[in-house]
């Protein structure tokens, strides 16, 4: 299980900081995004041994990190633009699949960036 923090209203320019907690270890962890009619598409993953993998869009501006505990994923978003809005899923996979499941997916958090 995936439970999100984070998200909401800011202007462009500003920071946000979403954070993904999950309830084991997962072998890597990272954030997606679908804003409306797009596709769902990568914006960063950390693996568990601190492995970084960024979206050419964001790379830049964004920066992911896992926890001491190494259960949460924490996604720090400044200069943040219009163009970031959208609904932000958090990922994880597990070192094994768990009840059949290679994947898990967060509800998803609404980042929206205007003035």
């Known amino acids: 299980q995936l439970v999100e923090s984070g998200g909401g209203l800011v202007q462009p320019g500003a920071s946000l900081r979403l954070s993904c907690e999950a309830s084991?270890?997962?072998?890597?962890m990272g954030w997606y995004r679908q804003a409306p009619g797009r596709q769902r598409e990568l914006v960063a993953t950390v693996t568990v041994g601190g492995t970084t993998n960024y979206a050419d869009s964001i790379k830049a501006r964004f920066t992911i990190s896992r926890s001491t505990a190494k259960t949460s994923a924490i996604l720090q978003m400044r200069s943040l633009k219009p163009e970031d809005t959208a609904v932000y899923y958090c990922?994880?996979?597990?070192?094994?699949?768990?009840?059949?499941?290679?994947?898990?997916w967060g509800q998803g958090t609404q980042v929206t960036v205007s003035s």
């Open positions: 084991e270890i997962l072998l890597d």
């Open positions: 990922y994880g996979r597990p070192y094994v699949p768990v009840g059949g499941q290679s994947e898990f």
